[in-house]
């Protein structure tokens, strides 16, 4: 499995897939062991790493015992215990406050790619009268206590969670507020902007600093910070880890694969996250000390310093450092430079901000027009628009063009104003439409990620920078209900690629779309996300009067219906994660910008804390053909993790699924279940809900039927997994294939599977939590003389052979088992139906029950 996702990104959780870009994946040729993290795009040593991985995180507040995991270590969170202090105070003439790290070692949690901003040890500031600056005064965030009382003075809610479990899920408190979500929009302190927003246009721009956050906003945020508690913390890992960046060298220009691979995206997004937290330090403290750190970091990323040697692209890129041949880089380091000027505008020099302008728009604004102008740009065509790739480099271009614009005298052909009106057309008939009716992203769970936050920048500057959001897509904030859904509670239903190292990117784009849109529900649900701190953006999209309990009255269940992307998503509660989560797919297998596998009828399952049958996420991107297409024939198939081989599904006459595949699904849920109020909240004995998908167009059959359902029983404690293969369909046999980490024991139909610890090789510290010994059963109800077995670990092939073996095409599945039910001469219709049995900790005999046996065509809720 693979974890990119921030709030994911703590592990990998208990599937498939370790090595998750390993098996030769490098960020970086020189390094080649490993996986997603263990090639960062710069030289790490500047991080500070704990000697002991932390399993969760908290605050400094006591976890509620209800959601305490035996042998899971409770570790300090990036707001509280022992942190850092920042103080905000009425600047004292000619004097800089001088940030220093004492004490123990700082662990910028940074796990499969993302910076967190979980900021663990004891860190302080040296303070006095004569050097502490600011506009105002923000207490000591001592522990949770701090942060709730500022809680109490805005009259705001308190801290909802007392530490995130290793997934980077809330440990919910049992005092919170269970209100029904709202958002009054009369936040506790009202920044007036002293601009009419409705005087600014295209051609009427806001003065700096207008992206993202502006003049105005800035001058309120230690005011709200302390009436705040959520703010309150945020603050303080923005700030703990601008510190640690501080420290660093400037980061490194390495090549990933070559320029016209990944090449400096890591680097970009580096680049981007530093300048973005020290930005945000300057204007919080008018500490001089962070605009010097930051144009030693922009010089350096412009080739700039001689002193430093920053890459040149490959011809023909004259202007080249920033890699236009993979113009996600450029866009990246165009945002980077963008929010560095406007930002710490007001403390650049002329020569300062002739060198940035200049900087921007010859290796940023003219490589991207050009992209614009001719068929360099694949990403901005309709055929490719609806994904990652047209908001990140749309974004990027905006960011930078919006910034200059004004200061830009040396830019005769107007280069910033022709990209800005590229810009806004393109990404409005394309990323815009990233998302599907439903709200499912075309692409994947994870590159939801890089499509949604590049676009949340974008609309949220040109919001702050021109007035409004010149006419983009109204409904696109939907897609934020996907992701909620998308997440279990063992990390996100991770089907197809993952995608590269989010370093700069989370899921805070829920925190825009909750103020602007006015979704309080959005907010409530990310802002006790791991993910949600670390992102000085975050602190200016956060809606400071949402309150209450995202779950209240929330549905368990979610059907999304759009054929390009549908699936199934079902869970037994929204705040006890050791509860059931299930979710299957079953979609057309095209259109998903080569992102997708071969996987109708794919699910994971998580219960008791952890995940028991997962998806491997990416394979190898710089194997050959990778991305080549997906007609039937393509060599991305061929690659394990992406043929149907490798899915939780079934392979029927060892052959991949049909690329044609257009299931039709059925679901249903008892009284279309919500959540109560309650935060102890379990479903009731009859509360089920169920998916049943007709495949057989993925096995190339339209008179004989192929079927699968999935069902949740006995109070969601139980699952029933049944599929119905028509006679004459499989005459070259049929197996049934579920990918999970957990250790294997076979007694004939019984399969016990075991998982004593959660483990992450690719993770930065080596991850490996303890827990106490869960195990799962597996039953074969169906056929009756059916056994189980196993291949792995690791897992390995059925059929096939591995197209690119030299390059690593497929990665070494290690700890990763496939459990199997093996059926090569099936005589005549064939049903098989296997039962799951989490064994609870309150385990009862209704746990073992067995359900009826039911055709999948007469399921309905009260079937069973």
Known sequence: MSYQRPQDTHILPNTSGYQVQGGGYSDYPQQTTGGMYNNNAANQSGYYYSDTPAAGASYGGTPAKDYEQPGWSQQPNAAQHAAQKYSYKAPAQKRRSKWLLIGLPILVLIIAGAVLGAIFGSRAAKRNNSNSVGSAHVDNPKQASTANAHAEAG?????????????????????????????????????????????????????????????????????????????????????????????????????????????????????????????????????????????????????????????????????????????????????????????????????????????????????????????????????????????????????????????????????????????????????????????????????WYFGTNAAARAESALVSATGNNQGLNQKFYQTGYYHMYVSGNGGLFNYGDHGPNKFSTNANAMLWWGNYYKQPLLTLFQRDRADALGDPIAMFWYDTSAKGAFWNNLPLDRYFDDPRGSWMSMRSSWTDFNGLFVAMKASALTGHQTHGDLDVGDFVLDAMGTRWAGEYGSAQYLSTDYFSNETQGSTRWQYFRKGTQGQNTLVINKADQSVMAAPSNTWGSQHNLTQTSDINYKPGTNDIAYFVTDMSSAYNQTADKVQRGIR?????????????????????????????????????????????????????????????????????????????????????????????????????????????????????????????????????????????????????????
């Open 712 to 864: 949740l029983l006995n109070g969601r404690r139980q699952v029933l997994l049944q599929d119905e293969i028509a006679a004459g369909v499989a005459q070259n046999g049929i197996q049934w294939r579920i990918q999970t980490n957990a250790t294997v024991s076979i007694s004939g139909s019984i399969a016990t599977l075991t998982i004593k610890s959660i483990d992450d090789p690719n993770a930065a510290i080596g991850l490996n939590v303890p827990i106490s010994a869960k195990t799962l059963k597996v039953q074969i109800l169906s056929p009756p003389n059916a056994q189980f077995t196993h291949n792995g670990p690791p897992a390995e092939r059925l059929y096939g052979t591995d197209p690119d073996p030299a390059n690593g095409g497929d990665p070494i599945n290690t700890g990763v088992t496939t459990l199997i039910i093996d059926i090569p001469n099936p005589s005549g219709a064939t049903t098989i139906q296997t039962l799951w049995q989490p064994q609870w900790d309150d385990l009862t005999s209704a746990d073992s029950s067995t359900p009826q046996s039911v055709p999948l065509v007469s399921w309905t809720p009260t079937s069973h």
């Open 155 to 447: 009259g705001v809610d308190k801290l909802f969670y007392g530490s995130t479990d290793p997934y980077g899920n809330p440990r919910f408190l049992p005092t919170v507020n269970t209100a029904a979500p709202t958002g009054n929009g009369n936040p506790a302190v009202t920044c007036n902007d002293d601009t009419d927003p409705s005087s600014l246009s295209l051609n009427n721009l806001r003065s700096h600093p207008r992206i993202i956050a502006p003049g105005y906003m800035w001058s309120c945020m230690a005011e709200k910070i302390n009436k705040d508690a959520y703010l309150t913390i945020m603050n303080d890992s923005v700030m703990a880890n601008a510190t640690a960046f501080a420290a660093m060298p400037p980061t490194n220009y390495s090549i990933d694969g070559g320029y016209n691979r990944s090449g400096i995206l890591d680097v970009s997004r580096e680049v981007q996250l530093r300048l973005r937290s020290w930005g945000y330090a300057y204007k919080m403290t008018n500490d001089r000390s962070w605009v010097q750190r930051a144009w030693e970091e922009l010089s350096v990323a412009a080739g700039n310093n001689s002193n430093v040697q920053f890459g040149q692209g490959p011809p023909p890129h004259p202007n080249g450092h920033w890699n236009p041949a993979h113009f996600l880089d450029t866009a990246e380091m165009t945002a980077a430079f963008a929010i560095a000027f406007d930002w710490m505008y007001d403390a650049w020099n002329t020569t300062q901000k002739a060198f940035i302008v200049d900087w921007i728009i010859q290796f940023g604004l003219t490589p991207g027009l050009n992209q614009y102008q001719t068929d360099d740009g694949w990403w901005k065509k309709d055929v490719n628009g609806n994904g990652n790739w047209n908001c990140v480099c749309n974004s990027g271009m905006l960011l930078g063009a919006l910034a200059i614009i004004g200061d830009d005298a040396k830019d005769l052909s107007q280069t910033a104003t022709k990209v800005v009106n590229h810009a806004i057309d393109n990404i409005k008939n394309n990323c815009f439409n990233g998302p599907y009716a439903d709200g499912t992203w075309a692409e994947t769970a994870n590159y």
